[in-house]
């Protein structure tokens, strides 16, 4: 799968003339190199194969030259050696290494007290960050289409209220910008998965970035939208499993809870489980928040409305607030009993699917 190329770490001290060399030594035989900075590491990605008489590991400030096939090898687990990444969200809270993350809130911000009630009963209910879509992308154009930059105002003075980190969508790179300085995290919803200019556009920002998965994604292809956001500097990737469409008619997708242990198994990226996109049903959320984190998940993104039968939005899926603070006490239960024994770090192996 994909094509070959080859991964070379420079030493921490190396220099701008080293860079230069190791360009220069691959340009001058035909491969095309680019230059990635990528968490504390400065690597530099070359297409294709070269071979061992261009000596790469001999040239000053090389410190490592790994030849890879896989189409996304800054999301691969062998790019950390097998180990799985934490991602800062703000000092001293992180999603993946080992926490159980829960983020909780409306489908939509519709108005300034919905959402300070939903913040603040959440937050009572030991969630650690706060979701809420200001700008939502409805399949029907009559439908509330949400509150734009007033949704982010209001979240913003939500989070002031509890302190809650609050994550949002953006649907757009014009956006981008002007979100930035309001969330905590930008989720990517699963209809713009493979917008690639939104991702080119995430990769140079300096905040988290949640990517959903699209119900019709590949897992590959999923990692692959990813790799975008990574390879353009941006190092602060969160996976989101939230259903994919299937056979089933009953339920609103199909929670694909194989990919959390498979995605884990290929890459170092935190996984989040979305069991409310995943279900469409308010019953059918907390059997498989559970489910889901029994299958290794990183955290969960729930929707949770004070009224849910007012929702303006994603209603029939949405958990009540004691819904919610009971599912919050049976995960408590669970997290115990899931705790990976210290030293049991996973091996950096692939699963291969017949
Ligand atoms: C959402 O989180 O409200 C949302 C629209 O999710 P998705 O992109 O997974 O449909
Ligand atoms: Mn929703």
Redesign the pocket.
């Known amino acids: 799968m994909g094509n070959e190329r080859v991964i070379i770490r420079m030493q921490k001290n190396s220099s701008n003339n080293d860079l230069a060399k190791l360009f220069h030594t691959l340009e001058k035989k035909g491969f095309m190199a680019r230059y990635v900075p990528y968490r504390d590491d400065c690597l530099v990605m070359v297409e294709g194969r070269p071979d061992r008489s261009l000596a790469l590991q001999s040239i000053p400030g090389v410190r490592e030259v790994v030849t890879t096939s896989t189409p996304f090898p800054l999301a691969s687990l062998e790019s950390t050696n097998g180990k799985a990444s934490a991602v800062e969200i703000i000092p001293g809270l992180k999603i993946g290494g080992g926490e159980k993350t829960i983020m909780a809130g409306p489908?939509?911000v519709e108005n300034r007290d919905q959402i300070l009630e939903c913040a603040k009963a959440v937050k009572k209910a030991g969630a650690v960050i706060l979701?809420g879509?200001a700008f939502?992308?409805r399949t029907n154009p009559y439908s509330f289409q949400g509150l734009g930059s007033e949704g982010i105002a209001l979240l913003v003075e939500a989070r002031k209220a509890t302190g809650l980190p609050i994550i949002s969508?953006v649907m757009s790179t014009e956006a981008i910008e002007w979100m930035l300085p309001h969330v905590d995290i930008l989720?990517i919803?699963?209809?713009n998965m493979q917008n690639f200019p939104l991702l080119k556009a995430l990769g140079k920002v300096d905040k988290p970035v949640m990517l959903?998965r699209s119900p019709m994604a590949t897992v590959d292809e999923w990692l692959q939208s990813a790799e975008y956001i990574l390879l353009g500097g941006n190092n602060r990737v969160i996976l989101?499993e939230?259903g994919i469409r299937g056979v089933e008619t009953r339920t609103r997708n199909t929670l694909d809870l194989n990919i959390v242990p498979l995605v884990k198994s290929l890459s170092h990226l935190p996984v989040i489980v979305?069991p409310s996109?995943g279900t469409g049903i308010r019953e059918l959320v907390a059997p498989m928040s559970l489910a889901a984190l029994a299958s290794g998940a990183d955290g969960l993104?729930i929707?949770v409305h004070p009224r849910p039968e007012e929702a303006l939005?994603?209603g029939m899926q949405s958990l009540s607030v004691p819904e919610f603070t009971s599912l919050m006490q049976s995960i408590s239960r669970l997290i115990p009993a899931l705790a990976v024994p210290e030293g049991s770090e996973k091996k950096c192996t692939s699963v291969t699917v017949m």
Do not use: N
């Open positions: 489908c939509a979701r879509g939502k992308p969508e989720q919803g699963a209809r959903k989101c939230r979305d996109h993104i929707e939005s994603d």
